[in-house]
């Protein structure tokens, strides 16, 4: 029997999938989790063989989310299901830990396939984020400009995106008030933006925040 924690802040979906997983044989919900503290805290204290979790809670961000579930257990398989498009997040999360990405709006046997290959230690990928990962191998850099950013500039950057102030960010990250004041200078220089505002427009505009 396959050991699920599902994570979502939002009830209707979390009750939703855990009534979908119930009528897949083989897998059962053995926790729930409605942010990122509580995913870490489930997986320190409940035995479980896989983590479905959405992409967007509160907390710290999914990258910070994924580097603290790996610190606790390394080999733990955790599944990305987001309403984001692949494009927008799939390969940051690959790149964080995260053993797939599967977006809202796939069937529920989709899921279940997902389930079982992450948890056999396999990755779930689309052909599209599969040739997208293959094509960023050793070539120059040439997508949307937030794709440069280092994973804690793109936690920041979400985090300033949903109008957090740099003091609300640090609190949330874990880190000093003046360190995210660096990592908001070294944004605003590598995406050319001269303010916050301008950095939530941006956020909205690409769909980070």
Not at 21 to 45: C, F, H, K, W, Y
Not at 130 to 136: D, G, I, N, P, Y
Not at 164 to 186: N, P
């Amino acid at each position: 029997m396959i050991r699920l924690l599902i994570a979502d802040d939002h009830p209707v979906v979390r009750e939703g999938l855990a009534r979908i997983i119930e009528t897949m044989p083989g897998l059962v919900v053995a926790a729930q989790a409605v942010d990122g503290e509580g995913v870490v805290n489930a997986v320190r204290s409940i035995p479980v063989d896989a983590v479905l979790m959405d992409l967007n809670m509160p907390g710290p961000g999914f990258i910070e989310v994924l580097r603290r579930v790996h610190d606790v257990a390394p080999r733990l398989p955790v599944l990305i299901l987001s309403v984001h498009p692949e494009e927008q997040f799939a390969l940051r999360a690959l790149r964080a830990g995260a053993a797939g990405y599967l977006t809202k709006n796939q069937s529920p046997e989709q899921l279940r396939d997902a389930l079982h290959k992450v948890v056999r230690g396999g990755r779930w990928l689309s052909p599209a984020v599969t040739e997208r990962l293959a094509a960023t191998l050793g070539e120059v850099h040439d997508g949307a400009a937030h794709e440069s950013l280092s994973d804690r500039e793109f936690e920041v950057l979400r985090h300033l995106g949903h109008g957090k102030s740099a003091k609300e960010t640090a609190a949330v990250l874990g880190i000093s008030h003046k360190t995210v004041s660096t990592y908001r200078d070294r944004i605003r220089q590598k995406l050319a933006l001269r303010s916050n505002a301008e950095i939530m427009r941006y956020a909205m505009e690409h769909e980070l925040a």
